[in-house]
T-cell receptor, first 111, second 114 residues
Framework: LAKTTQPISMDSYEGQEVNITCSHN???????ITWYQQFPSQGPRFIIQ???TKVTNEVASLFIPADRKSSTLSLPRVSLSDTAVYYC????????????FGGGTRLMVKP | EAQVTQNPRYLITVTGKKLTVTCSQN?????MSWYRQDPGLGLRQIYY???????DKGDVPEGYKVSRKEKRNFPLILESPSPNQTSLYFC?????????????FGPGTRLLVL
């Protein structure tokens, strides 16, 4: 599984756009990039997944450059309730053990 | 309501006393797995199961056992717990191993081994 590197923590203010970048220099051809969100005392929750270029859903956007060695999770207009830990995962979609979580990025949204 | 349930939610035990943490899902998911979460280490996968009677080791399987006799249940067994197994445990299920958008995590079980 490709190793990922994310910032340990980030601060933002309500209403701002937040971009969290994940580095995955040794990503393999069959690997997908998946982001999860975790609130304290809860299990992680799937946010978005992509393979290349840009993916957008009702929660976030995921930007993946052509070389796929990094990806950026973009959260538009964050609110206090977006305060959580965000995990970037890289692995094959149909490998049962693809879900190896790293340390994640602790996002603090301030009023 | 679609959900993954775990029991117990909190458990304090002593070294060597066998324990089982149950996990059940009501979504007819084929894939289930167990994770432990420790400060600074994120979530690490213990075991996973692609279907009934099919289980495989994750990243940190030592000291744990699992079974998948029926689709809805995936218990985690600690035959002889040790203090280094003190952790927060999560069970998860998904439609199949390749569909994270369908993945659900349980509420977690906080285990303290004295």
């Amino acid at each position: 599984l490709a190793k990922t590197t994310q910032p340990i923590s980030m601060d933002s203010y309500e209403g701002q756009e937040v971009n969290i970048t994940c580095s995955h220099n040794n990503i393999a051809t069959n690997d997908y990039i998946t982001w999860y969100q975790q609130f304290p005392s809860q299990g992680p929750r799937f946010i978005i997944q992509g393979y290349k270029t840009k993916v957008t859903n009702e929660v976030a956007s995921l930007f993946i450059p052509a070389d796929r060695k990094s990806s950026t999770l973009s959260l538009p207009r964050v609110s206090l309730s977006d305060t959580a830990v965000y995990y970037c995962l890289v692995g094959e979609v149909y490998a049962g053990n693809m879900l190896t979580f790293g340390g994640g990025t602790r996002l603090m949204v301030k009023p | 309501e679609a959900q993954v349930t775990q029991n117990p939610r909190y458990l304090i035990t002593v070294t060597g006393k066998k324990l089982t943490v149950t996990c059940s899902q009501n979504m007819n998911h084929e894939y289930m797995s167990w994770y432990r979460q420790d400060p600074g280490l994120g979530l690490r996968q213990i075991y996973y199961s692609m279907n009934v009677e099919v289980t495989d080791k994750g990243d940190v399987p030592e000291g744990y056992k699992v079974s998948r006799k029926e689709k809805r249940n995936f218990p985690l067994i600690l035959e002889s717990p040790s203090p280094n197994q003190t952790s927060l445990y999560f069970c998860a299920s998904s439609l199949d191993g390749g569909a994270p958008e369908t993945q659900y995590f349980g509420p977690g079980t906080r285990l303290l081994v004295l």
